[in-house]
Antibody
């Protein structure tokens, strides 16, 4: 059964860099039928798609975050990473990783999510 | 401001039917597949409908999806109190070259 698990520091200082990892088990991220996406939900707000990556490192990103976000795939360790620079309070959110079907663009399954707090 | 527009809230009584709309444009819904998700705060979003009108295994047929032009609709019949949650539509936007979600609709089962 495919499972995704996010991990990373729960607390990041303003202006610093956020780094999260999504470990995938039960299937290989090298399956060309899927991208691996990051999605977040700020407190009290809706879902925001951050970006995705496939096993060949082809990546798409939300234009509103593009200059601050790097998403990469590590096929050796079957995991996906998210790096976001210059974080502010607006980046405080629950961050999810999810499998995204290529061309059909549905997301399933999702990881449990990890809360990131931005505070000094 | 979300690219996809959903009503902030809908409500109905147990046993009734409710529909949730999702409005977009030719760059997204008009040319791409739509999916729907159920999300309870503190839990993992759950895929309800994919590729406009298909249900994953385990999703009851009380849930249905449809698409017409640049709008999509999620239908839920025989409402139960357990259906109370936030519902999101999602798709791809060819202009943004990015995934997009609606702002979410809070369903209250009175």
């Amino acid at each position: 059964q495919l499972q995704l698990q996010e991990s990373g520091p729960g607390l990041v200082k303003p202006s610093e860099t956020l780094s999260l990892r999504c470990i995938v088990s039960g299937d290989s991220i090298s399956d060309g039928n899927y991208y691996w996406a990051w999605i977040r939900q700020p407190p009290g707000r809706g879902l925001e798609w951050i970006g995705n990556v496939d096993y060949k490192q082809l990546t798409f990103q939300n234009p509103s975050l593009k200059n601050r976000v790097t998403i990469s795939a590590d096929t050796s360790n079957n995991q996906v990473s998210l790096t976001m620079t210059s974080v502010t309070a607006a980046d405080e959110a629950v961050y999810y990783c999810a499998r995204q079907r290529t061309g059909m663009d549905w997301h399933d399954p999702w990881g449990q999510g990890t809360l990131v707090t931005v505070s000094s | 401001q979300s690219v996809l527009t959903q009503p902030p809230s809908v409500s109905a009584t147990p046993g009734q039917k409710v529909t949730i709309s999702c409005s977009g444009s030719s760059a997204n819904i008009g040319s791409k597949y739509v999916s729907w998700y159920k999300h309870l705060p503190g839990t993992v979003p759950k895929l309800l409908i994919y590729e406009n009108d298909r249900r994953p295994s385990g999703i009851p047929d009380r849930f249905s999806g449809s698409k017409s032009g640049t709008s999509a609709t999620l239908g839920i019949t025989e409402l139960q109190t357990g259906d109370e949650a936030d519902y999101y539509c999602g798709t791809w936007d060819n202009s943004l070259n990015a995934g997009v979600f609606g702002g979410g609709t809070k369903l209250t089962v009175l």
